[in-house]
């Protein structure tokens, strides 16, 4: 063979992500930008600009209203490099993409346009979108069969070639009766965009810019213009608290089932909540009413049992935890450790095979292997200004309902007497005892009583 180019494969194009995240998003009633409401303990933006890179964008534009440092900021923590557009007056969906003019000058192959409202559409949902441009498609436009189809452009076909799509507004009575239709996101070649684009203009029922009319511009221009279709959940958009929390609810959804899938055990999945990131190991099982939040990372074969909150905690293999129990950031617990019931646990490595089962607090400690903390221990970490570090050496016992003042070291195999406050270190297996003596009167019970009685009967 002697063909000097061959075509670019999908995955070798260059594929620039526009999200659109300048929504007003008044009917959140929130003093929050819409799109850094959380699902799964993640901003919707951030949700939306992840995807855009896990689909193969090779550069990420961010339109966001004026003033948005904020969303600007949230969009950086998912990718530092995204490109940041200010669309100072909202004029319409091709206007608030052209105010990214500058990426789209710089020739990209495809690009992928998404809604940082809009944050279940999958990867894979994306892949789909962007695969017609490699085979010579100019735009493609996703479509959903709407259960109502209020409100949203309708798609006009003509086979499998999309002709136009028409806003609910600007509809005739025959077009709103299809319900086949506009979920917003849409990708094109990048040198089918800025020619088309400058084309649009906003003489339509709201005087606005629509993204929408590239599709009739583009066929004119000869390209051809196709659609994908998806399942309507999976475009759900965000508008207010109760489409928020129908996000949260889907997206919750596919992350237990993801978790099923991968080997846990959820004995009544609809109970747990999980992080977008949350992390689970094979034959982990989860019991009813348990909290992940982000940042948690759970090795094989450990149980977390009911009503147990986690966060920014790591649990290494066969571990134990819960019922009731709350760990919070810095939480690693080893290999076979137990923590039982209302414990709450932070910044603290926990050794393999300690146990910690009830009613205890230690915060900022290094606790040894098979060390045995008895009930009621306190870690005093903490003295209105500072943290303090607690250190407890391998083997070493806790004696129940003990106060430990850090900073302060517990040696490898020392005692605690129960009851103890320590202020002092405890060397290696010393006995640290530091409570009240105990007395012992013989017979005052009696006499007390005697006393009592007589003088009840005067
Ligand atoms: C848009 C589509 C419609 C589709 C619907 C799906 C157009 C013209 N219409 O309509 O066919 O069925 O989405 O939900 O595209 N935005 C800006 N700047 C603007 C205008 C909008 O950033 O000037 C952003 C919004 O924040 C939102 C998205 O673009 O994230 C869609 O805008 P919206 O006004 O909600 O469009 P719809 O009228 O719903
Ligand atoms: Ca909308």
Redesign the pocket.
Known sequence: MTSSVSPKTASSRSCLAIV?????GTRMRSDRPKVLHEVANRSMVAHVVATMVAAGATEVAV?VGPDREDVANEARKVVPGAKIFV?RE???????VLSAREALEQKPDDVIIA????PLVSTETFEKLRAPLADGAGVVGLGFNAKDPT???RFLMSGDQLLD?R?HKDATEAERAITL????LMAFRGEVGLPVLDKVDNKNAKG?Y???DIVAIARRLGHSTVVITVAEEEVH?VNDRAQLAAAERMLQDRLRHKAMAAGVTLIAPETVFFSYDTQLGRDVVVEPNVVFGPGVVVEDKVVIHSFSHLEGAHVASGAAVGPFARLRPGASIGTKARVGNFVEIKNVQLGAGAKVNHLTYLGDATVGANVNIGAGTITCNYDGFGKYRTEIGEGAFVGSNSSLVAPITIGNGAFVGSGSVITKNVPDNALGLGRGRQTVKEGWASAFREKAIAAKKK
């Open positions: 659109l995240a300048a929504g007003e339109v669309q909202r004029l319409g969906t091709a206007h608030a809604y940082a409202d809009t409100g949203y452009g799509i806003e239709c506009n979920a917003g606005e629509y993204l929408t958009g």
